[in-house]
């Protein structure tokens, strides 16, 4: 494979004993940002499966009865 131009830039500045710019990069320039994962359709359903049904056991009927006692 032919060498890009800057590579060949990079290796004339290092055989003249320059500064590497490879040493100048960020750490992130490194990392491999291909494995991220997405999720799959299984994980979205379950992410908003229960989020009508929050209380399968209760009735919908939300209405509750308070009494006082006066003496």
């Known amino acids: 494979m032919a060498r ?10 290092i055989r003249e ?4 710019p490879e040493i100048n990069r960020s750490p992130f320039a ?8 997405t999720k799959t359709k299984k994980d979205l359903l379950y992410q908003t499966k229960h989020k009508k049904n929050r209380y399968p056991g209760e009735s919908e009927n ?10």
């Open 4 to 13: 890009s131009k800057a590579q060949k830039k990079r290796q004339k500045l």
């Open 17 to 20: 004993g320059r500064l590497n």
């Open 30 to 37: 490194e990392l491999d940002l291909r494995t991220r994962k």
């Open 62 to 71: 939300d209405s509750f009865f308070i009494g006082f006692l006066l003496f």
